[in-house]
Every structure is written in C-alpha cells, then in structure tokens.
C-alpha cells in the first residue's frame, strides 16, 4: 500500500471540478445540465491570438525558453501593468508562468514555513488556504461580510495580526462574491501592511471584469510596490483558460527565488503561448472588450432574476462573472440546496461552502454561459424552490 506523505492530507481541491464531473456523469446518462459551475469565459479564444499561436508553432517557438519567460513578453506586460494601474513596473520585475495558480504556490513556498500565518479573504478563491495548509502555514481567514458588500472590515483584519503574521492575500474583484476592496479599505490595509511588514499578494486577474467604477491596485498605494505581488493572466480576459499562461509582478528581492522555483517545477511556460500572449495585450481589444459587456447584461439578467424568487437574495456583483446569491430564506443549507439543484433540476452551482467557511449560506453561479441558458437557469431554480418551499 502506498503511504503518502502527510502534507498531502492538508492538500485541498477545488469543487468547482468535482461538481463538472458529477454534472457531466448526469449528462452521460441522458440528463440536460446547465452548467454555472465553472469559472470559464464560454467564448472562443480570439482569432488573432489563435493565428499568433499557431504561427508561433510554424516558426518553430516549440523548445525551451528562459524560466522567467521571454523578455519581450515581460516588457509588454510590465507595460499593461503600468498603463492599467499607474505606476511603473519593469519587465525586470516579471515572471511568466503556466497559469496564474502558480504565482500563488510559488510566492507562498518562497516566504511560508511552519508558524507563519497568512490571512486571505473568506469566502475567497479556496486554492489560496489549500497552498497555505499545504506548505506549513496557518491560515487566518479575513471575513468578507455580505452586509457590507461582501466587503472586509479593517477593525477585524487588525485584530487579526500578530507577529507572525508574513503574507496577506487580497481578491479585487473578488471570486466568488463579485465584490470589490473599497478605497478606503484599501488604503487602511496598506497602511496594515506597511506597519507589521506584511507582504501583499493582490490577486487581479478579474481587474477587466469591473462592471462598475475603475480598478485600483493596492501596489499604487506608497509604500507597497517594494511589499506587493501583483498576479494576473490571460485565461478570463481573453478565454485563454487552456493555453495555461499568466504572469506576476514582484518586488526585485523575490524575482530570482520564484525564478528559481520556476526552474525547479516547470522549467518554463510554453513558448508558443508566449508568444500568442503578446499578441493579446498588443491587438485588437475590442472581442475582450465586448465580452465583458455582454458579461455586464447577464449579470443584470442573473440578479434580476435570483432576487425575483422569493427566498433568495441576491447582491449585485461589481466585478468578475459570478453572483453570490444568499439562499438562506428557501429554509435549505447551501450544501444540501446546491445538490438537489443538480440532481433535481439539472442546474449545476458551487455551494458557498466551498470557498470557505463565510460562504455558508450561499452558492455560487457563474454567468459564463448564454443569455438563453442563464434564463432556464432562473426558471428551473424558480421551480426548485416553490416544489419545495
């Protein structure tokens, strides 16, 4: 019998895969599903970054390439990142790598060992507490309060810090709430950061997918450039969820280690992909653009809709393409309303569970999918909940 090594016992998942399979099983054997379980852009991948892709493969970029990726890729981004957040990173200062869940593991490999605490938001992304279990930390869940937006309170997150606090990981927008850090917040928890001598890991893959307002990065704030890890990719804005590419912004100190776990784990990010990617942030914008304002009219249709059923309230998300719905008036737990919703109704969602312990209560849909669909969707969960009401 094989024995496994007891760190894999601290290893999590993400559900959102476990309920795509038992979805698909269902359909397998005769049943419609409509899926809203999964964080996927239901678009094709744009034409021009596909014939850069495919030419890149013509032109032979199918070998090795330095670990911290091309240089030409990392100036390109380094320049997006300037542009779209105003301050003035380097291609120095960037590492290319396959998707962006690996920022996440290396950063937290390269700082955490036993006894440092890490706070992350809760309900919050659930790979950020798997990575920081898994590599001996302890994770400290910052509350995202529904009653505030699904928006953190900074008298709680200071109460929260000790002297073994090292990493504190932020989502704006937010997976899965929607929500956004408001200004304020923003301010005060650099200003936590800075104080206590915090890194900052700022999750802003979905900063294209702001509905409301323009995004703000905390590493604009004084002081945070030198503290802050900036992770962003290409899988939501441009439907790139399978070319496995994404890319981080570190302080210069953290360059060379995470580089170096680069090395040691994937030695580089596929060439190919590279080189598609730079023609995603230099072309034609307008496909990524109209995306997400065909994101913003199914988010309108989604809420609307949710907020029409009576037992269920629904906040309107600011950002990314998921609705956090409260489901607590139906008289069911998220866990047991989202799995009868599967198996009665055929509409596959996450219970809030799965993105921590604050997501009780609630469940997860994402709106990647079409305007007819989302509109079964809102029928089959509104005949759901009167059948068992």
Known sequence: ??????????LGTETAFEVLAKAQKLEAQGKNIIHLEIGEPDFETPENIVSAGQQALQ?????????????DLRDIVANEISKSRGIEASGENIVITPGGKPIMFF????????GDEVLYPNPGFPIYESMIEFCGGTAIPMQLHGDKDFNIDVEEVKKQITPNTKLMIINSPNNPCGSIIGSEELTELALLATENDIIVLSDEIYIRFLYEGNHQSIAALPGMMDRTVI?????????????RIGYGLFPKELVEPVSRLVTNSVSCTASFTQIAAAEALVGSQDRPSAMVEEFKKRRDIVVA?????????CATPKGAFYAFPNVEGTGMSSADFSNRLLEEAGVAVLAGESFGKYGAGYIRLSFANSTENLQEAISRIKQFVEANS
Do not use: C, H
Request: charged share 20%; hydrophobic share 40%.
């Open 1 to 10: 019998m094989i024995k496994l090594a007891q760190r894999m016992s601290r």
């Open 59 to 71: 032109d032979g970029f199918t070998s090795y390439n330095p670990s911290q990726g091309y240089g």
């Open 107 to 114: 950063v937290i490999m390269a700082l955490i060992e036993r």
């Open 231 to 243: 992770l962003d990719g290409f899988s939501k804005t441009y439907a790139m969820t399978g070319w």
């Open 305 to 313: 809709g949710l907020n029409s059923i009576e037992g269920i309230d």
